[in-house]
């Protein structure tokens, strides 16, 4: 019986004096494959070139910005010491010219700090590794040469120095869609393939210097006349005496590398924004909580039928408006409070149908294609409900002259080959969601956009522009994603793809029967914020309630320290300065075992998350609120 043997380690030599960078750098090589990569760290370039000329590395990752060298002059260094040696620049510098001429001197790669991901790394480096195999390949034997060449997985060519075909491997071969090798040399180099033009050529040709070899991209048509991003690295082959022969060429298929790199910055920028989204809704929070709060005490003063009360009336009517904004803006940074359960999107769909039909008019047909036995998944029904509304009124706009919406379930397997080029798709089991229509569709770069917050292809005062970015926030915070095909002139399918869990649903429980919202019980209310302690503290007295207040913390346990009575409810922010929400709890419930908790907060979710307030049993009421919501909530509490 035979055992399998690991392949060894890539020995990777990092030079960067930053150690935040490195540390960063190491810290995602590791995460990825720790067993994979055996790695070192030096912080200047002379070290760095004496320790190449020692024991083997196989990947030098080198910035450029170093004390004793500084700019391309950097990697000139490097590469005339060790002139095959695979280097990948990591700089700091967003340069696109100085990341041309690194490329075009020999560097495998030139990275951007701040914009590298583990896994793209490594591919890079393993990348890299392949390129140099392949180089190796070119300077063997003319003996060995054919026989290697011919086995390759990289493309390689043979160009003579007027521009001709000379030879071409099965693997460019089968790169360029053709089925023999003599129909490749029969191309024209510039016209055909996009490979070498004659000024490019005739300066090859006047470079002795030219040992790293010249690597460029572009794009490359293939038999079928489709193109794809070839990545070529060009070498002079010389005589003993240095005369200009010909020139062997590298090929790669870089297309899949190219549009991964693209994802990941969008992703990346879709993150930043959500990010800015998350941090605004939590201030719009606090100050809704107030406008609403403060009419709904008016209107509770106000006789009807009287103009005051309608304004105070567009006062709430603008408020409730802005807190809808504001959840879609949380729902896009994923950042909401779910309430998330077992259910059936059949059962979702079934349930607002109706409802659908009237929203979107009568010269719009609605078509529902629910699948058997469709799997359940786990999440907030009112959000898949969100989710459905907003792709419905989309697709509805999309379609001024009538057509047909179609939404549709069915159960989903990925496999690994599907997610290898839908990003960020995973493989696993999924319930999915589609919502098609027959409107006009978007082109490429509408598609690139559309999910953008505040982006919209609508006439000013049409739309806000956040119905898809709620759409992208809680689809991606239940845990799913989404693809999108579309054509202009050609509809669209939007395609939610939800995790399937084996739990059957029981459906939604019944609500609760609406009950008194007022009492006579002692609440002590702990809230930094004045205006919504002072709002809080009147809704809670105008139903009946004995309020205590206090500003902080520390406050809090003064105060309930010297009342001599019972405190039922303790009611308090969650974040504050000194002492949070759950510390005030956990402090009274020592001193007064019998009290109960409920947490304010106009933090998005994730934060309160981290704070673990948000446990199974825990009571929790986001801001903004109203004081019907606020009153309900208490009473709930209470009551048990």
């Known amino acids: 019986m035979s055992t399998g043997v690991a392949a ?6 990092l030079v960067e004096d930053n150690a935040g960078d490195a540390r960063l750098i190491l810290e995602v090589l590791t995460d990825v494959g720790a067993r994979d990569f055996q790695l070192e760290k030096l912080d200047r370039l002379e070290p760095a070139i004496q320790r190449l000329r020692g024991a083997a590395v196989d990947v030098l990752l080198l910035d450029l910005g170093l004390p ?55 591919r890079v480096i393993r990348y890299a590794l392949e390129r140099q195999r392949a180089e190796e390949l070119l300077r063997a034997s003319e003996a060995r040469h054919r026989s290697l060449v011919e086995n390759s997985p990289v ?63 572009s794009a490359w048509k293939r038999k079928d006349g489709h193109t794809f991003i070839a990545r070529r690295t060009s070498r002079m082959h010389r005589s003993p005496n240095g005369e200009a022969q010909h020139i062997d060429v590298v090929v790669e298929d870089v297309s899949e590398q190219r549009t991964l790199e693209t994802q990941l910055q969008q992703a990346q920028k879709m993150e930043a924004i959500g990010q800015l989204a998350g941090g605004v809704a939590h201030d719009f929070n606090n100050l809704l909580t107030v406008i609403l709060g403060s009419a709904d005490l008016l209107l509770e003063t106000i006789p009807s039928g009287t103009p005051e009360r309608e304004d105070v009336g567009d006062i709430r009517r603008a408020a409730v408006r802005a807190a809808d904004l504001t959840r879609q803006l949380l729902a896009f940074s994923r950042k909401q409070t779910l309430q ?126 956040l119905g898809l970015a709620t759409v992208y926030g809680i689809v ?67 139903q009946g309630y004995t309020v205590l207040s206090a500003k902080h913390g520390a406050d809090a346990l003064a105060v309930a320290d010297g009342y001599p009575g019972a405190i039922h409810l303790l009611i308090s922010d969650v974040v504050m300065p000194k002492m ?52 309900r909530k208490v009473r709930e509490v209470l009551d048990g």
């Open 8 to 13: 060894p380690p890539i020995h990777v030599l």
């Open 68 to 122: 004793d060298s500084q700019g391309i002059e950097t990697f000139r260094r490097a590469r005339r010491e060790a002139p095959t040696q695979p280097i990948i620049i990591i700089s700091g510098l967003d340069d696109e010219q100085v990341a041309l001429e690194a490329v075009r001197s020999g560097a495998q790669d030139y990275l951007v700090k701040g914009r590298i991901e583990g896994h793209l790394l490594a």
């Open 155 to 217: 493309g390689i060519l043979r160009a003579s120095l007027d521009g001709r075909l000379l030879a071409a491997n099965p693997a460019i071969v089968r790169m360029l869609g053709y089925d023999t090798e003599e129909e490749v040399l029969r191309l024209d180099l510039a016209r055909d393939v996009n490979l070498l033009d004659p000024a490019e050529l005739k300066r090859r040709v006047d470079m002795v210097h030219d040992r790293g070899g010249l690597t460029s991209e």
């Open 340 to 465: 998330p359960q077992v259910l059936d999107l059949n059962y979702i769909v079934e349930g607002m149908q109706k409802m659908l039909v009237r929203l979107i008019g009568e010269d719009v047909d609605l078509e529902t294609r629910a699948a058997a036995n469709l799997g359940a998944t786990r999440a907030d029904p009112g959000q898949v409900e969100q989710i459905l509304l907003n792709l419905v009124v989309n697709a509805r706009d999309a379609m001024p002259d009538g057509g047909q919406i179609t939404i549709e379930t069915a159960n989903v397997e990925l496999d690994d080959v599907y997610v290898s080029t839908h990003s960020p798709a995973l493989p696993g089991s999924f319930v999915m969601l589609a919502v098609s229509d027959t409107g006009s569709g978007m082109d490429q770069a509408t598609q690139a956009r559309v999910f953008e917050p505040f982006f919209t292809t609508k006439e000013l005062g049409k739309g806000t522009g």
């Open 476 to 542: 991606k915070q239940s845990g799913g994603f989404i693809w999108l095909y579309s054509e202009p002139g050609e509809g669209a399918t939007f395609k939610i793809y939800l995790p399937r869990v084996e739990a059957v649903s029981s459906g939604p429980a019944p609500g609760a029967a609406r009950g008194s919202l007022s009492g006579t019980e002692t609440i002590l209310l702990v809230e930094d914020e004045d205006a919504v302690r002072t709002l809080t503290q009147r809704a809670l007295e105008g």
């Open 580 to 631: 949070n929400g759950p510390e005030v709890a956990a402090g009274l419930t020592k001193r007064r075992s019998a009290i109960r908790t409920l947490f304010l907060s106009g933090y998005p979710g994730e934060a309160i998350s981290r704070r673990g307030i948000l446990d199974e049993g825990v009571a929790f009421l986001q801001k903004p609120f109203t004081v019907e919501g606020l009153a």
